[in-house]
């Protein structure tokens, strides 16, 4: 049984892209640009707009999710915390609703903003608790939680996917 956590290959994953673009922006404005004032201020704030919603959401899911690591099986998600185990079982699960963007969605091939890279699993349970299960721990998630038998699934197709929008 695997347990999903957060690791350093995470975090580089969903922030490749804006680091990358970065570097891109970098190396044109020095290479072809010259650094010239205004291809500066485009460019900075082209940069600006796909990174500041993607580290909003990158530190929200990470606040979140610190300190907590899961493991999934066909019947039951188990929540590590530092001294806790908890065990919830399917039926425990009342439904499991997929917030994503549909850019990410499998034969899409294109993502324009780091901000779609992130999505998270929120699992509402019969007791009224609910679970949050963040792209920081599981970048994979739909094959992770492929693995569950009889959870009735919803998907929410947004391009911005903070915790508190419901």
Same mark, same amino acid.
């Given at each position: 049984?695997?347990?999903?956590?957060?690791?350093?290959?995470?975090?580089?994953?969903?922030?490749?892209?804006?680091?990358?673009?970065? &570097?891109?922006?970098?190396? +044109?404005?020095?290479?072809?640009?010259?650094?010239?004032?205004?291809? /500066? !201020? #485009? @460019?900075?704030?082209?940069?600006?707009?796909?990174?500041?919603?993607?580290?909003?959401?990158?530190?929200?899911?990470?606040?979140?999710?610190?300190?907590?690591?899961?493991?999934?099986?066909?019947?039951?998600?188990?929540?590590?915390?530092?001294?806790?185990?908890?065990?919830?079982?399917?039926?425990? &699960?009342?439904?499991?609703? +997929?917030?994503?963007?549909?850019?990410?969605?499998?034969?899409?091939? /294109? !993502? #324009? @903003?780091?901000?779609?890279?992130?999505?998270?699993?929120?699992?509402?349970?019969?007791?009224?608790?609910?679970?949050?299960?963040?792209?920081?721990?599981?970048?994979?998630?739909?094959?992770?939680?492929?693995?569950?038998?009889?959870?009735?699934?919803?998907?929410?197709?947004?391009?911005?996917?903070?915790?508190?929008?419901?």
């Amino acid at each position: 049984m695997e347990r999903h956590k957060y690791s350093f290959i995470n975090h580089f994953y969903l922030l490749f892209k804006p680091l990358f673009l970065l &570097i891109l922006i970098t190396s +044109v404005l020095y290479y072809w640009l010259n650094f010239e004032k205004y291809a /500066i !201020v #485009i @460019l900075g704030i082209c940069f600006l707009v796909d990174f500041l919603p993607a580290m909003y959401l990158h530190l929200e899911y990470w606040y979140k999710n610190r300190g907590e690591e899961y493991a999934v099986t066909e019947n039951e998600i188990i929540r590590y915390t530092e001294d806790l185990e908890e065990v919830f079982k399917v039926e425990e &699960i009342e439904n499991c609703i +997929v917030y994503r963007s549909a850019s990410v969605d499998p034969g899409s091939w /294109i !993502v #324009i @903003l780091s901000m779609e890279q992130y999505n998270y699993a929120r699992f509402l349970l019969r007791s009224g608790d609910e679970l949050i299960i963040t792209c920081l721990l599981m970048p994979k998630m739909d094959r992770v939680l492929a693995q569950l038998k009889g959870v009735q699934f919803e998907r929410k197709k947004r391009g911005f996917n903070p915790l508190w929008w419901r």
